[in-house]
């Protein structure tokens, strides 16, 4: 159906910055909205960012004004830049995907998570 492969965790320290990529390929006919979400030990899995087809984006005000999420619909990839990164950033980020198939059904599809770690 639908494959999500994400890239570009790591650790860093704190006031570094990275830049998640989460590429989408299957048999696809459109993607709609797509996010990251993070989810920190001993804490629920939060939205951190959201964008739709048109460029509509949405954050959680904890990462306002340090992360950016955009996407190439050209290649079906979300991207999330972090910029000034803080320890209480620390999450496996996942990326999620609603999509229609060729089938013309619609799905939710999420990537495998990637680490990120950021040191005080």
């Known amino acids: 159906q639908v494959q999500l492969v994400e890239s570009g965790g790591g650790l860093v320290q704190a006031g570094g910055s990275l830049r998640l990529s989460c590429a989408a390929s299957g048999s696809i006919f459109s993607i709609n909205d797509m996010g990251w979400y993070r989810q920190a030990p001993g804490k629920q899995r939060e939205l951190v960012a959201a964008?739709?087809?048109?460029?509509?984006?949405n954050y959680v005000d904890s990462v306002k004004g340090r992360f950016t999420i955009s996407r190439d619909n050209a290649k079906n990839t979300v991207y999330l830049q972090m910029d000034s990164l803080k320890p209480e950033d620390t999450a496996v980020y996942y990326c999620n995907v609603r999509a229609v198939l060729l089938s013309s059904r619609r799905y939710d599809f999420w990537g495998q998570g990637t680490q990120v770690t950021v040191s005080s």
């Open positions: 964008i739709t087809r048109g460029g509509t984006t």
